[in-house]
């Protein structure tokens, strides 16, 4: 584990230029250049604030904000469990050619969805502040930052893994694409938490790791409470489990890649 951290510092500076590379190459002569990353869960979001929010008895206003904040998180967990899957795959000839730590391979893709996220967590920031009239339930922003941090460190652990997973079992992305549409309406994203529980299915918001991330991040943001303590021991616990098992694929797998690639 320590190698891999290490390794992965010493090259950051190549980490960070491969990012630009990435994000200069997708939007190459494209008018609106990261603003499209934007498009997809603004045109989800008007979509289901037409027809839901009336379904569901909320305010538009109110069900916008939360809708977008749970957009965020939804799309850089599922991007980087998806899209993670061709980190090492696409990357077979650094892998061949150079010693780089296998971990900085997923890292790259990670950083990349983090940036599009983080756009959309702004956005969703200036929603909250325009249906309410002012900033007052910015002020919680500190309580989201360990969270985000939470939420890149298992990003990027679940697409290390599932990059190793790719590379020994072809259809993992395939398998996962199937499994990210049926977990995204077994979130509480498009509906709250209540839907639910009130028909007694509570266990499945209890027991969804998703929506433990995404309550820490769209509480405070959206109503200016704070979440319960309990809720960031279990985060961090599970972001800790996570990690560790990223870092026991690497060093039981790592030996083995160049042989299946």
């Known amino acids: ?22 994000l200069r190459q997708r939007y190459q002569r494209s008018a609106l250049g990261l603003g499209w990353t934007l498009v997809q869960p603004l045109a989800m979001a008007a979509t289901f604030v037409f027809v839901f929010s009336g379904v569901l008895g909320m305010s538009p206003a109110t069900y916008t904000t939360t809708l977008l904040v749970g957009l965020a998180v939804w799309g850089f967990l599922k991007e980087s469990a998806v899209g993670g899957c061709s980190a090492l795959v696409e990357n077979e000839s650094y892998i061949r050619q150079c010693p780089l730590p296998y971990g900085l391979y997923p890292l790259r893709l990670v950083l990349g969805y983090a940036i599009h996220a983080a756009l959309a967590l702004m956005v969703a920031a200036l929603a909250v502040v325009l249906t309410d009239g002012h900033a007052g339930k910015l002020r919680l922003l500190w309580a989201v930052a360990p969270a985000l941090l939470m939420i890149l460190a298992a990003g990027w652990a679940v697409a290390t893994v599932f990059s190793f997973a790719q590379v020994y079992f072809h259809d993992t992305k395939h398998l996962l694409e199937v499994g990210a549409q049926i977990l995204f309406f077994l979130t509480p994203i498009i509906y709250p938490p209540d839907v639910l529980v009130n028909k007694g299915l509570g266990w ?10 995404l309550e820490l991040v769209r509480r405070p943001l959206t109503t200016g409470e704070l979440p319960d303590a309990k809720l960031y021991l279990y985060a961090a616990a599970l972001t800790a489990a996570l990690v560790g098992v990223a870092f026991a694929a690497v060093a039981t797998l790592r030996k083995r890649v160049a042989i299946h690639l």
């Open 1 to 22: 584990m320590r190698s891999q951290v290490t390794g992965m510092w010493a090259y950051r500076h190549f980490l960070l230029a491969l990012v630009r590379l990435d």
């Open 204 to 213: 499945l918001v209890r027991l969804n790791p998703v929506n433990l991330y």
